[in-house]
Each structure stands twice: as structure tokens, then as C-alpha cells.
């Protein structure tokens, strides 16, 4: 009789896929597979056709960028190609929300690098200005996560970043090429996307995490001033490896070393 009333009520069994602020296509083409919707190659397959999202940004060299970050609810048979049409409807909807700006491309693609550095919420505004004044004097984003990213779409990634990826000649790699990166490296949520087209205005050219464990960062004009700070949460960093029993990591400059 429950399973006659479910039928008469018309309920149907939903799969939840939670994609959080900042994850990227491979993070959610692994979530999926783990939920057994289909595979992680299917949906990469499908997230490389940008057909969708031509009007939006005819640049974008996949949709990475315009899976906005939710909760969706999925039936069994849901292909790869649904899942990319029901997240970039999201993102639509929310970019009108915001007006529908013209230039989603770079709005976008900043705005993954600021979801990808950003650990706690006040940090994104400054974040915002820190990219905005280097890439108003040309100066190198030196961006880890582009560096990661790099390394994910070379099939490298081990992990932590190696002086490998450092110098891998992709222009994803912000160490490498100036300016902003072919297009987003991570899926921003809407806070993100806000910093990145309301920057805060400052003069910073430089940030680095604090050393108290907060996940908020320490903001600097000069290189000198950042070369202070970044030594200071080197040090912090090391010395909980080391209480920990962890070895080093392959890059203890980690979030410390923009514009080094």
C-alpha cells in the first residue's frame, strides 16, 4: 500500500548533486560519477561543448565558469548534456539578476579566481582590486589556482604545486603569461561575481594569508611589506607541518609568493 500511495501521489526518486562555490568541472564530473549518473569523461565531454553559453561569452573555451554553483535535483536518466543546460540556466538567471553585463568573460573569469583564493567573505572585494590594479599596470596575476588549473587539464595535478607546474608554459599559468587566463578555472558563486565587477577601491598589489589560522589575508602596497608577511606565514605554515608530522609541502610558497 506505501508503494501504491507514492505512485498515486506521483513522487518520484531525485539524486542530489550539491556543487559548492568554487568547484570546478573535473570536481563536479567526479561527483556525479559517484552518485553513478554517468561518467566523469561523459560529463567532461558534454562541459566542452559551449553552445549554451555563445551568446553569453563567445570566448569561452568550455563552460567552466557558467555551472553555477547549487543544488540540483536529477532523475536517473538525466544525461551529462541536461545537467550543463539545467546549470548554466542558473547562471543565467542569476546574471540578470545582475543587470546581464555585457563583458561576461572577464566578470567571470575574475570572479573564479577570486572564489578560488577567497577564504572568508570579506576578503573578496580586496581580492577583487588586488587582480584589477595588476592587470590595469600589466603586471603577472600570479595565481596559484591558475596554476592547479594548468596542471588539471594537462592531467598532472599531484596534489600540491610543483616548480613543474611553476613553469609549465599553458596560459593558464598566470606565473607565466600576463593577464587574465583564456576563461574561468572555477565555477563562481554570487558573491564572487559581485567582487569582481564592484571591486573595492585600494592600492594593494599584494596579499597573503595571515598566520593565525583565520583564512582571512594580509594585504600589501609593497613588496617589501608582502615579502614581511609572507615570510611570517611561511614560518606558521612550517612549524604546524612539522608539529603535525607532515613533510613539507612540494611548494611551501603557497598563497604567499604574488608578484615574488
Same mark, same amino acid.
Given at each position: 500500500?506505501?508503494?501504491?500511495?507514492?505512485?498515486?501521489?506521483?513522487?518520484?526518486?531525485?539524486?542530489?548533486? @550539491?556543487? =559548492? !562555490?568554487?568547484?570546478?568541472?573535473?570536481?563536479? /564530473?567526479?561527483?556525479?560519477?559517484?552518485? +553513478?549518473? &554517468?561518467? #566523469?569523461?561523459?560529463?567532461?565531454?558534454?562541459?566542452?561543448?559551449?553552445?549554451?553559453?555563445?551568446?553569453?561569452?563567445?570566448?569561452?573555451p568550455t563552460l567552466e565558469g557558467y555551472l553555477f554553483p547549487s543544488?540540483?535535483?536529477?532523475?536517473?536518466? @538525466?544525461? =551529462? !548534456?541536461?545537467?550543463?543546460?539545467?546549470?548554466? /540556466?542558473?547562471?543565467?538567471?542569476?546574471? +540578470?539578476? &545582475?543587470? #546581464?553585463?555585457?563583458?561576461?568573460?572577464?566578470?567571470?573569469?575574475?570572479?573564479?579566481?577570486?572564489?578560488?583564493?577567497?577564504?572568508?567573505?570579506?576578503?573578496?572585494?580586496?581580492?577583487?582590486?588586488?587582480?584589477?590594479?595588476?592587470?590595469?599596470?600589466?603586471?603577472?596575476l600570479d595565481c596559484d589556482p591558475t596554476t592547479i588549473y594548468a596542471?588539471?587539464?594537462?592531467?598532472r595535478y599531484r596534489g600540491a604545486i610543483y616548480q613543474s607546474d611553476?613553469?609549465?608554459?599553458?596560459?593558464?599559468?598566470?606565473?607565466?603569461?600576463?593577464?587574465?587566463?583564456?576563461?574561468?578555472?572555477?565555477?563562481?558563486?554570487?558573491?564572487?561575481?559581485?567582487?569582481?565587477?564592484?571591486?573595492?577601491?585600494?592600492?594593494?598589489?599584494?596579499?597573503?594569508?595571515?598566520?593565525?589560522?583565520?583564512?582571512?589575508?594580509?594585504?600589501?602596497?609593497?613588496?617589501?611589506?608582502?615579502?614581511?608577511?609572507?615570510?611570517?606565514?611561511?614560518?606558521?605554515?612550517?612549524?604546524?607541518?612539522?608539529?603535525?608530522?607532515?613533510?613539507?609541502?612540494?611548494?611551501?610558497?603557497?598563497?604567499?609568493?604574488?608578484?615574488?
Amino acid at each position: 500500500m506505501e508503494v501504491y500511495d507514492r505512485i498515486a501521489r506521483g513522487d518520484v526518486f531525485y539524486y542530489v548533486l @550539491t556543487v =559548492p !562555490e568554487g568547484q570546478n568541472m573535473f570536481d563536479i /564530473a567526479a561527483a556525479a560519477e559517484k552518485l +553513478k549518473l &554517468f561518467s #566523469a569523461q561523459d560529463f567532461l565531454r558534454a562541459a566542452r561543448d559551449v553552445s549554451s553559453i555563445r551568446d553569453l561569452d563567445p570566448a569561452a573555451p568550455t563552460l567552466e565558469g557558467y555551472l553555477f554553483p547549487s543544488s540540483y535535483r536529477l532523475l536517473r536518466h @538525466t544525461s =551529462p !548534456e541536461r545537467l550543463c543546460q539545467l546549470m548554466t /540556466a542558473r547562471f543565467r538567471d542569476v546574471w +540578470k539578476e &545582475f543587470g #546581464a553585463p555585457t563583458d561576461a568573460h572577464q566578470a567571470v573569469t575574475l570572479a573564479s579566481l577570486i572564489e578560488r583564493e577567497a577564504r572568508v567573505p570579506m576578503d573578496r572585494p580586496v581580492i577583487s582590486s588586488v587582480l584589477h590594479n595588476r592587470l590595469k599596470i600589466g603586471m603577472k596575476l600570479d595565481c596559484d589556482p591558475t596554476t592547479i588549473y594548468a596542471a588539471l587539464l594537462a592531467g598532472r595535478y599531484r596534489g600540491a604545486i610543483y616548480q613543474s607546474d611553476l613553469a609549465r608554459d599553458s596560459l593558464y599559468n598566470t606565473y607565466r603569461h600576463p593577464g587574465l587566463p583564456p576563461g574561468p578555472i572555477a565555477n563562481p558563486g554570487r558573491d564572487s561575481l559581485l567582487a569582481a565587477m564592484h571591486p573595492t577601491s585600494t592600492e594593494y598589489l599584494y596579499f597573503v594569508l595571515r598566520p593565525d589560522g583565520s583564512g582571512a589575508h594580509n594585504f600589501s602596497k609593497s613588496i617589501s611589506e608582502h615579502l614581511i608577511a609572507a615570510a611570517r606565514y611561511r614560518r606558521a605554515s612550517q612549524q604546524e607541518q612539522i608539529e603535525e608530522g607532515a613533510p613539507l609541502s612540494a611548494h611551501p610558497g603557497k598563497k604567499t609568493h604574488h608578484g615574488n
